[in-house]
């Protein structure tokens, strides 16, 4: 089960990992030395936030001012639960 995340989190990239837009895909996807993961709407929306600086909190703060159809409490968790995998799958870090 992964830990719970704290909205004052900072979370990064995994050093030599990169965000890219594929045109040719339509998508956002992870570039990383061994190969590339093709990443959904959601996903590539809530990478594209992290800057090292912007904490989880503020990273849903902008998430439901950029999504105000979105329910506010779904959103939240669903992004908490993103970062949590994400984070477990090795894409993402913090200190």
Do not use: C, K
Not at 19 to 32: D, M, P, T
């Amino acid at each position: 089960m992964n830990a719970p995340v704290d909205a004052r989190t900072v979370y990064r990239l995994r050093p030599g990992w990169r965000l890219q837009w594929e045109e040719a895909q339509g998508r956002h996807v992870l570039l990383y030395p061994e190969g590339m993961v093709q990443l959904n709407d959601s996903a590539g929306a809530i990478l594209s936030l992290l800057d090292g600086e912007r904490d989880v909190g503020a990273l849903i703060d902008e998430l439901t001012r950029r999504y105000p159809e979105a329910p506010s409490g779904e959103l939240a968790q669903d992004v908490r639960d993103f970062l949590a995998d994400a984070s477990q799958q090795g894409w993402i870090h913090h200190d």
